[in-house]
């Protein structure tokens, strides 16, 4: 098989909330380029424009592992049917917060959360979660990242 | 101690795959003894019998923590209405796949994760996506406890 | 045994570099306001203003976190009569080390390790030590956080 | 899809000492089995039999983890011509002892770290060298895994 | 070569629980073989077999790795006298668990931690201390690790 | 024994890209002083200016830390045979990026493996490399501290 809808969704319009598109199947042949511009696509949808700085800020110094963030992360690994974009999220977020010192990474990605459904509650809640398993620490300076983020968006509390 | 609605719910049923129970209001007096039983039934809900023998191993070495992982975690944190047990399973995963030496954990986590809702292609799905945040030596060990738990409940595909 | 003694000490004076007050008994009921300022006022003592800050700060991101923080943290895990405070800083000293990235904490934690009592060689010394067991980055980057903290508190040699 | 001296190399014969192959243009679409298949050829040339009993492993469990091991990390990555083999073993053997928790992947890359060229000499010099990055309980724990292969290829000292 | 009391300790009867003794003075030549002879008496006193055990062992893969662990982790750092070698065992214990799998090591210096004056209690007190800081998932695998140490020294509590 | 052609080497000329000079013999005597003095060259050969730095800046806070990097890290460590300059760097870059949280480091590193023969392109490989290993964000860390050491040596690319 080589035509037809396995690769159309990926051109089409998504419903973020509900799902990704499917990934190519196994017998169609793709240039990198086409990898590269469907990895593309994935980013844009879900960290907006602050995955595009990143993949741009990588060009002079290392722009094969921003095509590879691209091509590969967003173009084969995001774009799977098998888990929701919030879903995602929700892994990433403690992933980032487990890591420590991925306060960059972070920022894009409460950005993405945010952009994917999850409210500013349920990331908070998730990073007071993060507590439990990653200790004290790892779980404020995560929520400091979510502060920046939060009152860049206006989505701070009233204290 | 005050009584009524704030509390009823920790004792009665829940519907595991929609949300935990509400906390005890701030002006609730309860015991130590009070929060412990409350932590207790969230994690015999949540981790089954394997968070059992853990909290029972502690008993002859530190008594104290295995009464906060209850008490505290499970008793204070997890019970929150703000997050789902699913939810929570899915960060949980990304946390004990990026700390990495977790994998008692994540045999625990990954029958949780299954016990409130998650699919063993969900499970696998978010242990794919590790790979980009955590490196392929991480997603690996955890897959491989995935395998574990996935074998022992009849999960495994034909491959 | 429900009231008197055991929960006196946590109002009473104390003797900060000889060790913590006794914790609640089993049996006596709290409200989660007063955890809170049980928390808070062992908070006081062991980081001073610089613990204050942190908790200040999380109120318009995730003021639950702020409250765990002092009333598990602090009011519960701290104030155990167990270990003194000066070996609790040790412990986290050698623990903020380990787990990299977390600056901020070391500045709070090393500001606390000279409000119970040790001193800036001691302190110097602990984390010489930690470069055999964590590696030299690690090792450095929280000597300059000392570094820091010291200057600040006019701790530092003449070189 | 294209032809010509670019994909040639990866299937011609390859001097494992002096670099791999030079990766597919960018121009040549591929099917993402042709990728696998690239992928396997490096894989069994780094790793031998170590990395294939990984993969199978995988199979049951997570098998498109399996597919971008193999694929992405070494018909991607790997397969680069900008570091010798030998060169990526030396990154490789850093960053899994730094990782900590990683003696399975120790294990296959020390065995690949023989393959491409480097000795057990040259291998255990590197693992003293993470003593001085890493501390000495990751710096041992990575020789321990050294000594198990080492061991079973007849490579260890008289002592 | 010098004398004189800036060396005569390191040889002299040593009160483990009030301090380590003076290290050799700048001016004082030494050759790498006492350096290696002073850190296996400081060794052989703080961790006793086990540690010798861990040298041996290291003999026969990397046997400069266990000169630098003796004449240079022992020798040169544990023997200084500006923290005690109880203190010095906190903070170990505190490194350990934060690191993640160095269950190893953590065998090695909860017998080290009992050998220079803390109690089963103080330990688990300890590691208990580090479920705020490291995530409840360190703090129980160090005290599995703890469980296993008090066992065979006949120190675990009736449960 | 004080003379002869075991520590000569260490006073005459290196060739640094070909490997470093031998260590002093195991009956040879030094001072603590000589052993820094030692170090001290290698630092300088190794790190330039930017290792100096570091250790000037240890002097106020931690001057035994700074005497330890110098001359058991670059005295003892660095300056063995067994393993080229340029090798023993690609170690330390792959430790460095999975560590995590150790940018300052790897700002002297990434200057110190240009200084011993990597080339741009070979560490912007490296740490494309460290991408399997230790995932997207620590890999784009690490390059980010590239980008800025590039752009100060005047080696980014044309984007």
């Known amino acids: 098989m080589t035509t037809g809808p ?15 598109t499917h990934p190519t199947s196994d017998s169609t ?8 511009e469907r990895g593309m696509e994935v980013l844009n949808r879900v960290d907006g424009e602050s995955g595009q700085r990143v993949i741009d800020a990588l060009a002079d110094v290392n722009p094969e592992l921003g095509h590879q963030v691209v091509a590969w992360g967003f173009g084969e690994i995001y774009n799977r049917p098998g888990l929701s974009p919030r879903d995602r999220q929700l892994v990433t977020l403690g992933m980032l917060t487990a890591l420590g010192g991925c ?57």
Chains 1, 2, 3, 4, 5, 6 share one sequence.
């Open 29 to 36: 042949a793709e240039t990198r380029q086409e990898r590269f």
């Open 6 to 20: 396995t690769t159309e969704p990926t051109t089409g319009p998504t419903d973020l909330t509900t799902g990704p």
């Open 103 to 159: 306060e960059p990474q972070l920022d894009v990605h409460i950005n993405a959360a945010l952009n994917v459904g999850l409210t500013s509650d349920e990331i908070a809640e998730a990073l007071l979660h993060t507590a439990v398993y990653c200790g004290m620490p790892k779980a404020i300076n995560a929520t400091f990242v979510a502060k920046k983020v939060f009152g860049e968006r206006g989505l701070l509390k009233d204290s």
